[in-house]
């Protein structure tokens, strides 16, 4: 995969979908990092639901830790690993309120210290909170970085380092988006949609449908 090639990829997933955004809803940095703690191994659509119900009645660290562990599971006991998640929530909001003015910190190292964020989270608020050119690679994103060839690599680090080096710097801040899209509708696992591909003729994968 060379430079041209790379640019090219991105310019046509930019003239498809030149304003992309992550599909959880929020309204401010603070519902984003809870709605992407909730979304660790469950779907951005189950999230939705649960903080359709929970965010207008808790928005902030403050609301959301006045309702504890037990008052938090009874808006997301249908989302996975909802037990862990809403002790995570509940802790991370004690911290924001403590130590951050109940502010979410635009800061890698403070947001990688709150329960329940790992590198992926933090990058995820950073980019789509804050701006940043970050790459939170997820199953998607791993998987049509390799697929396509765009940036391969055997781990999860490997592939984040590679896009952040070879996606051209005009497409950095919105790559993270368009790569996760691409691999949910189009990229998928099992059977990828080639025929209706938009880069399919830019994509380096070899088992291609024809």
Same mark, same amino acid.
């Given at each position: 995969m060379n430079k041209d090639k790379r640019h090219a990829i991105f310019s046509r997933l930019r003239d498809a979908?030149?304003?992309p955004t992550t599909e959880?809803?929020?309204?401010?940095?603070?519902?984003?990092?809870i709605a992407v703690i909730l979304s660790a191994q469950a779907t951005d659509v189950s999230v939705n639901k649960a903080t359709k119900k929970l965010y207008p009645v808790a928005n902030t660290p403050e609301a959301i830790h006045a309702l504890g562990v037990d008052g938090l599971k009874k808006y997301i006991r249908t989302i996975g690993l909802y037990n862990s998640k809403?002790?995570?929530?509940?802790?991370?909001? +004690?911290?924001?309120?403590d130590q951050h003015n109940s502010q979410v910190p635009e800061d890698r190292t403070a947001?990688?210290?709150? !329960?329940?964020?790992g590198r992926k989270t933090?990058?995820?608020?950073?980019?789509?909170?804050?701006?940043?050119p970050t790459m939170a690679v997820d199953t998607h994103i791993f998987r049509v970085a390799? +697929?396509?060839k765009i940036a391969p690599g055997k781990t999860v680090l490997e592939v984040e380092k590679k896009l952040l080096k070879f996606v !051209?710097?005009?497409?950095?801040?919105?790559?993270h988006h368009w790569l996760i899209l691409h691999g949910r509708y189009t990229c998928v696992a099992r059977k990828p949609k080639c025929t209706e591909c938009i880069i399919e003729d830019l994509c380096e994968f070899k088992g291609k449908e024809k």
């Open positions: 979908n030149p304003h959880l809803k929020f309204s401010n940095s603070f519902e984003l990092l809403a002790e995570n929530i509940i802790k991370t909001c +004690r911290i924001l309120i947001l990688q210290a709150l !329960p329940g964020v933090a990058n995820v608020v950073l980019n789509t909170a804050f701006g940043h390799n +697929r396509t !051209p710097e005009e497409f950095l801040v919105d790559a």
